[in-house]
């Protein structure tokens, strides 16, 4: 009877949601002449494992084919992601395929660590392989609350 009461007691241990202050919420934001770009998550605290995410980008650079210029999470994928510490880094990807475009691979890198203030602040780089090789860069900044 014990064993029993024990996986029981088990059961619902594992099945209870996690601890409010287990987890948190990570946004990085790009807004300059080249992109605009956002994407919250929620984050294990624990683990710093992103559960979810909604991310979406915008760019009217004459150099981006129009089909290019605006995707989001349906279609640009977090492939890569590194919170420890006093880093974070993310890495984005999407492929685009249609009557007008043979192919083209889309790359987001966000790489930022703390400065004096804590605050996370980096760089991006943006890049599209396709016919030709756009590559777009500029500084960014995210939150972790």
């Known amino acids: 009877m014990k064993t029993l009461a024990s996986m029981a007691l088990a059961a619902l241990l594992f099945a209870a949601p996690l601890d409010a202050r287990a987890t948190g919420d990570l946004g990085c934001e790009i807004a300059d002449q080249n992109l605009k770009f956002d994407f919250t998550t929620l984050i294990n605290r624990g683990t710093g494992l992103f559960l979810g995410g909604d991310a979406r980008f915008e760019t009217a650079r004459p150099e981006v084919a129009e089909p290019l210029r605006k995707l989001d999470h349906s279609r640009l994928q977090l492939v890569h992601s590194w919170y420890e510490g006093n880093e974070i880094r993310l890495l984005f990807y999407a492929e685009h395929q249609d ?9 987001l890198t966000i790489i930022t660590s703390t400065n004096a203030n804590d605050d996370f602040v980096g760089s991006y780089t943006f890049t599209i392989d396709g016919a030709q090789q756009v590559v777009l860069k500029g500084k960014t900044s995210c939150l972790v609350g």
Request: net charge neutral; hydrophobic share 45%.
């Open 99 to 107: 009557d007008k475009i043979d192919f083209a691979s889309i790359r």
